[in-house]
């Protein structure tokens, strides 16, 4: 039964939108939800000089998770001087403008494999602990990749639409884990310490421009971290995401897990 549905998937995937072959390191949450306060408690903004560039994940009271593009000098075509003294970050908040705690950036360190669409993940201590409350918590690290075609929640700031404006509050939806199997053959660039989501073709939601860096989320444990898209914003294909049952390891030895 899930061979066929795969099959089918995969059908409408590459009948829908074969066309689309630009790799983008671009994504935001197309045909979200809002958010209500508390909901995600774990999600921060990543800010630059006070403005928002990415998303990430609490793990501890002094460690977000994040893609390493987010703490390199171009993030989605932007090009920024990316110094630790201009970052910061917003928690405890659905609105990436106001509310909630900003906190200093202390350092941030890339996944030493980080090259191209690889190894994008990158951990990043904060200059004073969080204090945590019902808005602004930790999530733990899952052990286990999802169930093929399992619900997974993702959320994010990111642009509505391709080239579309910027949510005033916090966005989510769900979207359906893939086999490595189903990815490789949707994404020829895919290898295991990558994973893949998707929604309905026929409306599809996703990832765009700001979501970068932002979580994944099954049973309440991060599963992913936003990577890339392919195409635009919203696109029939998969949405790209690193697989924290991969780096899991290599997230505790490099923070306070």
């Not at 909901?39 to 903004?45: H, N």
């Not at 399992?150 to 509050?169: K, Q, T």
């Amino acid at each position: 039964m899930k061979l066929f549905i795969a099959t089918v998937l995969t059908l409408l995937v590459l009948g829908v939108q074969a066309k689309s072959l630009d790799y983008q390191l671009q994504p935001r949450i197309v045909q979200g939800r809002n958010a209500s306060l508390g909901q995600f408690p774990y999600i921060i903004s990543l800010r630059y000089r006070n403005t928002h560039i990415c998303g990430g994940s609490i793990i501890s009271a002094n460690y977000i998770v994040t893609a390493a593009h987010c703490v390199t000098n171009e993030v989605d075509d932007e090009v920024f001087d990316m110094e630790t003294r201009h970052l910061s970050i917003r928690a405890g908040s659905i609105r990436p403008r106001r509310g909630g705690v900003i906190v200093q950036v202390a350092e941030f360190t890339k996944y030493p494999g980080y090259h191209g669409f690889l190894g994008d993940i990158a951990v990043v201590r904060l200059a004073e602990p969080l204090n945590f409350t019902n808005h602004i918590s930790a999530i733990n690290l899952t052990e286990s990749d999802p169930p093929d075609f399992a619900n997974v929640l993702i959320a994010g700031w990111g642009r509505l639409s391709e080239n579309g404006p910027r949510p005033r509050i916090l966005k989510y939806t769900p979207m359906a884990s893939l086999s490595h199997d189903l990815c490789s053959m949707l994404n020829p660039r895919i290898d295991e310490s990558l994973l893949c989501m998707m929604t309905n073709p026929v409306n599809p939601t996703g990832i765009c421009n700001g979501d970068s860096g932002g979580p994944a989320v099954y049973n309440g444990r991060l599963v992913g971290v936003a990577n890339y898209i392919r195409g635009d914003c919203g696109a029939s294909h998969p949405d790209v995401f690193a697989r924290i049952a991969h780096y899991a390891d290599w997230i505790r030895e490099n923070s306070d897990l």
